[in-house]
């Protein structure tokens, strides 16, 4: 009897004890959980080119349940955690974009827009080139002297078609041009073929600059211009300097990037 009396007290210590452990694992906090909080996130996804909206985004969170945008690039993010998260935003056709903000209160109403950058992965060449009339007017003279087809160009559609990662890689491939290497100073430049220093004057956005490396990235580009003597080079871009032809770059115009 007594040792049945004895089980009985044991059992219910080894209950206790089990109970309380278990309401000691719920808390929250404990055990590396984070405890959810009233913050939200409000975010609309754009393109940082045109400004419209990126529809249907995929939004990640670490330890959140994933979000998904709807037809106007809006969605909504609840229970933050406190202080510094890294938000990661999706879009079929775009980079995906990663900014980390931070949480101070568990009352944070937070509104943020993600300005997302194009690249036309996984696209229609449809949808594509429907994209690529719409930023015409900014590269009208472009497109004009591009159509007119005197040089060579390439422009950004082409540009990521075809693999280029510097201009160097586009120039390589057009006939005429020569890349040569200095291994001192670890530089690569353009020269036209017809002498062995016949270097080609260089425009960024229509405004003539020195110089411009073999190396320099090329995603940030909306097109290029390539004349390879003054037969080929247009009036705006001539001069007594001019007469290895000229290298004209225009850069993708991003006002709605922060």
Not at 105 to 117: G, L, N, W, Y
Request: glycine content about 10%; overall charge positive; some cysteine.
């Amino acid at each position: 009897m007594f040792a049945r009396h004895v089980s009985r007290r044991f059992g219910s210590a080894l209950f206790c004890s089990s109970l309380m452990f278990g309401m000691v694992a719920l808390r929250p906090g404990v055990l590396g959980a984070q405890a959810a909080t009233g913050a939200v996130l409000k975010g609309s996804a754009i393109d940082d080119e045109t400004g419209e909206p990126v529809g249907a985004v995929i939004v990640r969170i670490p330890g959140l349940p994933v979000v998904n945008g709807d037809s106007l690039g809006h969605f909504e993010v609840p229970n933050l955690p406190l202080g510094e998260i890294e938000v990661t935003v999706q879009g079929l056709g775009y980079r995906a974009l990663r900014v980390k903000i931070r949480v101070n209160s568990d009352t944070d109403v937070i509104q943020r827009r993600f300005a997302m950058e194009f690249d036309g992965q996984e696209l229609p060449e449809i949808v594509v080139s429907a994209r690529a009339q719409k930023l015409v007017p900014r590269y009208v003279d472009f497109e004009r002297r591009r159509e007119r087809g005197l040089g060579a160009y390439f422009r950004w559609d082409e540009i990521k078609d075809r693999g280029f990662n510097r201009v160097g890689d586009a120039l390589r491939t057009v006939r005429g041009v020569r890349i040569k290497c200095d291994q001192r100073s670890f530089e690569c430049y353009a020269y036209m073929s017809r002498s062995q220093n016949c270097a080609p004057v260089w425009y960024i956005d229509g405004v003539r600059v020195g110089s411009f490396h073999e190396n320099t990235p090329i995603r940030d580009l909306y097109g290029i211009e390539i004349y390879r003597g003054p037969g080929e080079t247009p009036a705006e871009f001539t001069g007594s300097d001019a007469a290895c032809g000229a290298i004209i770059m225009w850069t993708k115009s991003r006002p709605f990037r922060p």
